[in-house]
């Protein structure tokens, strides 16, 4: 069953009015805050509620406004993360044309918790017709007086994967090329401009306004032991009903995709977008939680039709071609795990094929600057342990094919 916390007014509110918002509660949370805590106790509350990132790493929400906050700095930012650039997912863009404005009170809070008097947005670039949505959201709210604080500036995407990542998304907002920064020092400490940042996702912020309305017991009540709250999924592949879902955390995998999305015939899901993990049917009943499997909430759905190579060898492609290439092990790295995926898929593989893509995914994993490279042999991991017959009989039919012809 869907639980409608982050996506509560989608639907039920005009996005282009103010008005239509604050009919509905809007803005009472940042009166709330500013009015009756300080920002160390909305902090506090943010903590306390367990909120991890719904961008993908899962890291604690309050932890980095904390930190940001006890920084000494002239300046500070805050960063919406709304690059959405993973594969699959589309969940933040549902959210930014259904309601822009929880996503703006959202930012106000954070601004202010930090102490940030400036804040970006940074929108896909292919999101292009979101962009008078948002900037007629900042408008109506700047003109009722809710961002007396904090100026709220919109950013277009570079049109990078790589710009989703918070480094190579600072670069960008610099101007300089979207390349992965070594870390640390991390952010909240040192980030946009050599400044305190705080970086976080569309839905992250989202559950902000709720928090601190509803408090921290409210929101840790939903989920499991460590994910707390609801996650907002776009499901899409081999279902008949592709579409955005929200479901408290620990919810069955099979109730999104069998239940709600109707898939039939499966063979494997992917959870988490390019680089996430491979879960296949047997699995169908995994929980969806940071304990298990999430990210960035990408479901995609193949079905038995599918052939496991060939998907990997598509998802490689994107990864090398997606590469920032600063870091050699993620740029030669990507590219030698596509050639080797690449003459599997035509039938052209070899024998030591197999263990070369776990050699050098285990280079990847351990040596890559950031998260894409870490990450990017995850599926091919996972497809080697869940599906080795496929890749090993490849490998066979590969080696009979020569010895013939
Ligand atoms: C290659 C790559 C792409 C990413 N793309 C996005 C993105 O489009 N949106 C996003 O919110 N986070 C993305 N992330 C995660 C961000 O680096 C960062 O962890 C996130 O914005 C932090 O916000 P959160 O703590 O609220 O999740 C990406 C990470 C990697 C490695």
């Given at each position: 069953m869907q639980k409608r916390i982050v996506l509560k007014n989608c639907g039920l509110i005009d996005s282009k009015s103010i008005d239509s918002y604050l009919r509905r509660g809007g803005f009472a949370a940042l009166e709330k805050a500013q009015k009756f805590m300080t920002p160390e106790q909305a902090i506090e509350e943010v903590s306390a509620s367990g909120l991890l990132g719904r961008g993908g790493a899962g890291f604690p929400c309050g932890l980095k406004w904390k930190i940001a906050r006890e920084q000494r700095s002239d300046e500070k930012y805050i960063i919406c993360?709304?690059?959405?650039?993973?594969?699959?997912?589309f969940k933040d863009r549902y959210i930014l044309e259904n309601d822009p404005f929880t996503l703006i009170e959202a930012i106000a809070i954070s601004g202010w918790a930090i102490g940030a008097g400036k804040a970006f947005i940074y929108l896909r670039a292919e999101y292009h017709r979101l962009f008078d949505r948002l900037l007629n959201a900042i408008n109506q709210a700047g003109r009722k007086g809710f961002l007396n604080h904090l100026d709220i500036e919109l950013r277009e995407g570079a049109g990078a994967y790589m710009c989703g990542e918070e480094s190579g998304l600072m670069n960008s907002i610099e101007g300089l090329r979207g390349e992965a920064r070594y870390k640390p020092p991390f952010p909240p400490q040192k980030g946009l401009w050599g400044k305190p940042t705080v970086i976080n996702n569309v839905e992250t912020l989202m559950n902000i306004p709720q928090i601190i309305l509803n408090g921290s017991s409210w929101f840790k009540a939903m989920g499991t032991a460590r994910s707390k709250g609801t996650k907002v999924f776009s499901v899409s592949g081999d279902v008949e009903k592709p579409g955005v879902y929200e479901l408290e955390l620990g919810s069955r995998l099979s109730e999104l995709v069998?239940?709600?999305?109707?898939?039939?015939?499966?063979k494997m899901v992917q959870v988490g977008g390019a680089c996430g993990r491979i879960i296949p049917v047997e699995l169908i009943d995994t929980p969806l939680a940071y304990e298990t499997v999430l990210g960035s909430g990408a479901v995609t759905v193949f079905n038995q039709t599918r052939d496991v190579i060939d998907v990997m060898h598509r998802n490689m492609k994107f990864l090398a071609e997606e590469s920032c290439g600063r870091c050699t092990p993620c740029r030669d790295g990507s590219e030698a795990m596509l050639e080797i995926l690449g003459r599997l898929a035509r039938g052209e593989?070899?024998?030591e094929d197999i263990g070369a893509l776990e050699d050098l995914s285990s280079v990847m994993t351990l040596s890559a600057l950031c998260g894409l490279g870490q990450t990017a042999p995850m599926p091919v991991l996972d497809t080697l342990k869940y599906f080795r017959k496929e890749y090993e009989s490849r490998v066979e039919q590969s080696i009979f094919l020569r010895t013939i012809g």
């Open positions: 993360n709304a690059d959405e650039g993973e594969v699959g997912t069998c239940d709600l999305a109707s898939a039939r015939e499966i593989g070899a024998g």
